[in-house]
């Protein structure tokens, strides 16, 4: 599975910070028309951040999940977040200039040809 293979690549650099970086258990297969390539680097692209940005014991969670005729991919963390006011400008060059977060420039060209939705959302979560 691509996103087991892509926590273990990523496991080294959440262990230096003590981070619990777990994928949740899938409840069925979730296909994803899309180059292995393409996936394997949003993934990366995703969890970087969540690392970067979450503090030290904190935690990550990898969820993927299909409902319909749609395939989910979610990365939750116990990180710092965006404020309210950020999130319409979150794939601005100047946020990421400020922040160095997602490397949004990227993301998007990776999920706009899958006609993807990139969401963002911030608020105290319990993991």
Do not use: C
């Amino acid at each position: 599975m691509l996103s087991a293979e892509v926590v273990q690549s990523v496991k080294p650099l959440a262990d230096t910070k003590r981070l619990a970086l777990e994928i949740l258990p899938i409840d069925k297969p979730a296909p994803v028309w899309a180059r292995h390539s393409d996936l394997k680097k949003l993934i990366v692209i995703l969890l970087d951040n969540a690392i970067k940005y979450t503090p030290e014991g904190g935690r990550i969670e990898v969820r993927i999940s299909h409902f319909s005729d749609q395939s989910f991919l979610e990365v939750r963390d116990t990180g710092i977040g965006i404020t309210e006011e950020e999130i319409p400008h979150i794939f601005e060059r100047s946020i990421g200039q400020i922040r160095d977060g997602l490397a949004k420039p990227v993301v998007l060209a990776l999920v706009s040809p899958l006609r993807g939705l990139l969401r963002t959302i911030t608020r105290p979560i319990l993991l």
